[in-house]
């Protein structure tokens, strides 16, 4: 069992930073591949990034690679999710997310945060 919980969200303005953290309980987290997505209202949830669970492979959906990175530190029980250049598409709720699959389907994932709000503005 892995519980999860995000922190970091908040309310920003176009072109700032923000980085969320997702703090894991539970001896097992370094051994799941561990995830963040994303919802915005009216949509469904997508993929954002995903590490491996020794943090050597990463991989972003199109729509973030080059501005967020997705890090984790197993000592810390935590994955981060850095976020650069946001935009105001990027405004939505994030949620951290385990599996033991390497996989970017949410349905792959077993465990999840709550979420946590990011607003961006103009």
């Known amino acids: 069992q892995v519980q999860l919980v995000e922190s970091g969200g908040g309310l920003v303005q176009v072109g700032d930073s923000l980085r969320l953290s997702c703090a894991a309980s539970?001896?097992?987290?370094?051994?799941?591949?561990m995830g963040w997505f994303r919802q915005a209202p009216g949509k469904e949830r997508e993929f954002v990034a995903r590490?491996?669970?020794?943090?050597?492979?990463?991989y972003y959906a199109d729509s973030v690679k080059g501005r967020f990175t997705i890090s984790r530190d197993n000592a810390k029980n935590t994955v981060y999710l850095q976020m650069n250049s946001l935009k105001l598409e990027d405004t939505a709720v994030y949620y951290c997310?385990?599996?033991?699959?390497?996989?970017?389907?949410?349905?792959?994932?077993?465990?999840w945060g709550p979420g946590t709000q990011v607003t961006v503005s103009s």
């Open positions: 539970g001896r097992t987290f370094s051994s799941y591949v």
């Open positions: 590490i491996s669970w020794s943090g050597g492979r990463t």
């Open positions: 997310a385990g599996s033991t699959a390497n996989a970017s389907d949410p349905k792959r994932y077993t465990y």
